[in-house]
């Protein structure tokens, strides 16, 4: 069966400090991969999503970036931290042949900015 | 551009009841799915339906089932028989089909959900 493994859960990083998280997904190949943030008490805003290995579509300016080294591997990051960029980031993958595939997501990784 | 809205910031029933989420859309495609998702305080989303917009028939999971209305946008969750572990954020989220833009979910701002015993 499919899972998805999202580091670290939490993370407190002062401003203008780098970023870096990480979300593996293992019992798929060519997943469509994706990194959502949830602000306090909102939903969720799509971020980041890849069809691919080094293929990454931004879906708002901001501050982050994502990269796609491996099938399986995505990484969300930022070189200098803002207070903005506190909230819950989650990772979430689909199958790529199949668009009707629902999401399947992480356990999320709370990052709080000071 | 697709928007999904829940005009109930919270909700509350009593264990064994049952209780209905809404949820409307605006969308000029014919095309689309429509989930709701679960997020318990272990704040990991959890799908909880999934409705096709061709399908005119409702789905249905267990306790949980929906009333789609296409013609009105609107996407409402029942819960029967709610139980504790129904406690929650659920969220409405919806996905065009094809093109560019399937796998890519817009969500409604949640609903939260408390079962009391």
């Known amino acids: 069966s499919q899972t998805i493994h999202q580091w670290p859960a939490t993370l407190v990083q002062p401003v203008g400090s780098p970023l870096s998280l990480e979300c593996t997904v293992e019992?798929?190949?060519?997943?469509?991969l994706y990194w959502y943030r949830q602000a306090a008490g909102r939903g969720l805003q799509l971020l980041f999503y890849s069809v691919g290995i080094g293929q990454i579509s931004s879906e708002v300016p901001q501050n982050l970036s994502a990269s796609r080294p491996q099938d399986r591997q995505f990484i969300l990051s930022s070189k200098k931290l803002l207070l903005s960029d506190s909230g819950f980031y989650l990772c979430?993958?689909?199958?790529?042949?199949?668009?009707?595939?629902?999401?399947?997501f992480g356990n999320g990784t709370r990052l709080t900015v000071t | 551009a697709q928007t999904v809205t829940q005009s109930q910031p919270e909700m509350s029933v009593q264990e064994a009841e049952t209780v209905t989420l809404s949820c409307t859309y605006d969308?000029?495609?014919?095309?689309?799915?429509l989930f709701w998702y679960k997020q318990p305080p272990s704040r990991q989303m959890i799908l909880v339906i999934r409705q096709e917009a061709y399908k005119q028939q409702n789905a249905t999971e267990n306790r949980f089932s929906v009333n789609f209305q296409k013609a009105a946008k609107s996407f409402s969750l029942k819960i029967s028989d709610s139980q504790l572990g129904d406690t929650a954020m659920y969220f409405c989220?919806?996905?065009?089909?094809?093109?560019?833009?399937?796998?890519?979910?817009?969500f409604g701002q949640g609903t939260i959900l408390t079962v009391h015993p």
């Open positions: 979430a993958w689909s199958e790529y042949w199949d668009t009707r595939s629902p999401l399947h």
């Open positions: 019992g798929t190949s060519n997943p469509n």
């Open positions: 989220a919806f996905m065009n089909e094809g093109g560019t833009s399937y796998g890519k979910l817009t």
């Open positions: 969308t000029s495609e014919n095309n689309y799915y």
